[in-house]
C-alpha cells in the first residue's frame, strides 16, 4: 500500500534494522520495520528518521508490515535544535498514538500534528497556544469534545467568568455551580473557537499571557482527566 505518513516513533531493532510507528494518512497508527536502515546512505532509513513525513511504500508480509520505500516530503529539521520543541513534538506523538485510531482514515489527524510542527518550528504562534489546541483539538476529534457552548445549568452562554469542570468537561456560570477551573470570558470564547470552528482556523486566536496560561491549564488538566494516564513526554516537557 502508498500512502503519506509522519514517523511518530522510532526504535531500533538489531544493527541495521529499525521499527517504526507512522501515522498515516490512509490507514491511522501503522507499526512496520524498515530493513537496512541503518546502512550508511540509506535514503530509505533518512525518510523514515523520527519526524519525518514522508512518501511510503509499505508492504505486509505474514502478518506485520515493512516499508520498502520512503521519500520525504518534510523532515522539520528546525524542530531538532530546541529542546524544547522537540520535546513538545514527542509529546504530540505520544498523545497521537494513544487517541488515533488504527486502520481508518485518518486525514485529520495527520493534519492537526502537521501543522503544529509547522507553526512550532516557524515560531508563529506561541508553544503554550499550539499546546493547548492541539490538546483540545485532538481529544475533540478522539469523541472527548467539550460541552462548551454554555452553563450545563441554566443554559447562559455567556458571563465574566465561567467554570470548567475538567472531568466532565461542562461549563457552569459564575452563578450556577462554583466548581471546576475559574476561567476569565476570553479563555471559554477561545475553547469554543478551538473545538468549534474550521479546522484550518483553530490556530487563529490571540490572547492576553495570563488568558494563555489559564487556557493552557484547563487544556491539559482536561487532557490528563479525561484520558486518565501519565504520559512521559510531558512529563519530560514540564522539566525542561
Ligand atoms: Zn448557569
Redesign the pocket.
Known sequence: MNTDGLIIREKSTGEQNKSVTVLTRDYGIVRAYVYGAKKIGSRTGAATQLFAFSELGIKESRGSYIIEAAKPKEVFFNLRKDINKIALAQYFAELSECIVPEGENTEDYLKLILNSLMLLMEEKRDEKLIKSVFELSILSMGGYMPNIVA??????YE?EFMFFDTSSGNI??????AYGLKVPMSVISAVRHIVLSDRQKIFNFNLSESSLSALSDLAEKYMLATLQRKFKTLDFYHTI
Open positions: 452553563c450545563d445549568e441554566c443554559g447562559k458571563d457552569f456560570c459564575s452563578e450556577c455551580k
